[in-house]
């Protein structure tokens, strides 16, 4: 795990399918995958896309209660509520109404707001870029633990305007 102002085109591993180059860094205090796309160009310099990374790295770090809002703005403590109340993982002997999660965890319901913002965990980041382009398409994935999504993950996207902006799209996978 590299801190963002540590970061080296060295540090990142290529990856072939499709072209990529990943790395773990610490974003919100947690290690997080990041992979850069260099949108199709195979010769693109990464010490070029790594300046804008970089900037876009340090701007999500700094702006975690942004992206939360933005997946509260989605109602996504609501449709954890819809996805985990599955009456066969119900649990009838508690004074709440309470489910099971595949892993065996209780989930009380309704969730509350602070419990869902502690279970976000970001997974990885995915920048598509070009070697010019001053407005990447960045995508944050995040998983929750609880995991109310029974393996799908929230999809967030970052903009670089001003101030910065996210939009949570809902779930993936």
């Not at 869902?116 to 960045?138: A, C, G, M, Y």
């Not at 999504?149 to 949570?168: A, D, Q």
């Amino acid at each position: 795990m590299t801190a963002i102002v540590q970061l080296k085109t060295t540090d990142f591993q290529k990856i072939d399918t499709p072209l990529g180059y990943e790395h773990c860094v610490s974003i919100w205090g947690v290690d997080c995958n990041v992979i850069i796309y260099p949108n199709g160009n195979e010769n693109a310099d990464l010490s070029i896309l790594l300046l804008n990374v970089q900037k876009c790295l340090q701007q999500i770090n700094d702006t975690q209660k942004e992206c939360f809002q933005s997946i509260l703005d989605a109602d996504m403590i609501n449709l954890a509520e819809e996805w985990i109340a599955d009456d066969e993982f119900k649990i009838e002997d508690e004074a709440r109404e309470c489910y099971l999660t595949e892993e065996g965890e209780k989930v009380f319901v309704p969730i509350a707001q602070q419990d869902f913002l502690q279970s976000i965990k970001l997974q990885s980041i995915n920048f598509v870029l070009n070697e010019n382009d001053e407005n990447p398409l960045v995508e944050l994935y995040l998983g929750c633990k609880p995991d109310y999504f029974f393996g799908h993950i929230i999809l967030c996207r970052f903009m670089t305007s001003n101030p910065v902006l996210y939009k949570c799209y809902g779930l993936e996978g």
